[in-house]
């Protein structure tokens, strides 16, 4: 995920955390001592290909409730933007929604992939998942709406290249439909370092190690940037045998900063929420939704 600071999103559900045994490891390997952030380094999103599915579950509940109520609000037609695994466009498909996601790690895609031909043929048919930016994929289709999910938005590396993301989903929605992103507003506690302890994640299904979590947080002042390294380690028994680290940093934005860039790409806000349930946005609304329409007429 692109998961902010000390906030976690708390409507996504993670899996149990076994502090314990990950105590008896820190004490064998000798890590419970103060940890140094490490230096941070943007990964792209291959290196959590294995891991992201075991932090966050196939969405559900009022996440996805919003997606499916906005899906059915502007037609059946869904671009995903930044797609990953499928974790929203799965369950959409299932739904009944056609979904054509995009993504820029060819690794995240293949597990899309790998998930999807494990459904059942109909649902299958209902799903594509190619490789690509978002600022710039083109496909030869038109979809009722396009929308960036989780965070993604805030990945991308500048204010321009949001705004040519929501160029481009606008260019491939019908006139009349959205475009949205769900994103967070900063706030202060944004900008202050961070660092969470070891966790437990869960044993990889296809090798049986038991996997453990390290996040280090910083603020890049000059970018305006919030920085996370995730470290991953695996375990056999005791002993370590492997780690990955995923670096991604989020743009720190206000909800004027991103309702100015749906201004600039030339939608028209059509509504501004602060939780998945709809409520307006507020300051503190731990989440920001924009969804803007594609005014411009058929020709
Ligand atoms: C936090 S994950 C979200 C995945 C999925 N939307 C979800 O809800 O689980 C962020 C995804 O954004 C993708 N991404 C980052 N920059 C991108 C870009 N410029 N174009 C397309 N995908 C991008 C990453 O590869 C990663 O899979």
Redesign the pocket.
Known sequence: ???RKLRKTPELPSHQHDVTQVSDTQHLRGMNRPPSNPVFQET???P?SSV?DME?EE?TGSELDFWMNESQKFGSRVL??????????IPLARHGFQVF?????QR?IDQARRKKSLLPSPVQQRLSFKH????Q?QVDLVFDLAF?????YL??PDKE?RID?LRNASRHVRPGGAVAVDVFAAVPLDAEPDHEEVEFIEHEPATGLRVTRERFYSHNRELNRGQSTLVYRFYENQVMVGERRLG?SLALVSRDDVVSEFTDAGLDIDGIYGSYERDPWKPDSPILIVVGRNSSVDT
């Open positions: 995920m692109a998961h792209g999103y291959d959590a992201y966050y969405s995903e933007f930044a797609v990953g695994t499928g974790r929203i466009a996601g995009v993504d820029s790690s995240m690509g930016r978002m600022e994929y960036v999910g989780f965070n993604s990945l991308l290249s993301t991604y």
